[in-house]
C-alpha cells in the first residue's frame, strides 16, 4: 500500500485539493469535493472511501481524515 502525504492532518480547502489533483493528473473542473478527493485517492493508489467512515479509519495517514470526518453519507 503506498504512503500517504499527510498535511498536518488539517482541513484541506479546493485550491490545496486541486493543485494536489492536478499534480496527480487530474483534470478537476468542476467536480465537487467528495469527487475530486476520491479520485486523488484512486490515483495514489487508495480506495476512494472520502466521506464514507462514520467517524473511523484505518488510514491514519490520510491526509483527508478530517475532512471525510465531517462529510454526511
Given at each position: 500500500m503506498p504512503v500517504a502525504k499527510?498535511?498536518?492532518n488539517k482541513s484541506m480547502k479546493m485550491p490545496e485539493i486541486k493543485r494536489k489533483a492536478q499534480a496527480l493528473?487530474?483534470?478537476?473542473?468542476?467536480?465537487?469535493?467528495?469527487?475530486?478527493?476520491?479520485s486523488i485517492q484512486i490515483a495514489e493508489g487508495y480506495m476512494p472511501c472520502f466521506g464514507t467512515s462514520?467517524?473511523?479509519?484505518?488510514?491514519?495517514?490520510?491526509c483527508f481524515m478530517e475532512d471525510c470526518f465531517k462529510q454526511k453519507t
Open positions: 499527510t498535511i498536518d493528473g487530474i483534470t478537476p473542473g468542476k467536480m465537487k469535493k467528495p469527487e475530486l478527493i476520491r462514520n467517524g473511523e479509519c484505518a488510514q491514519t495517514n490520510c
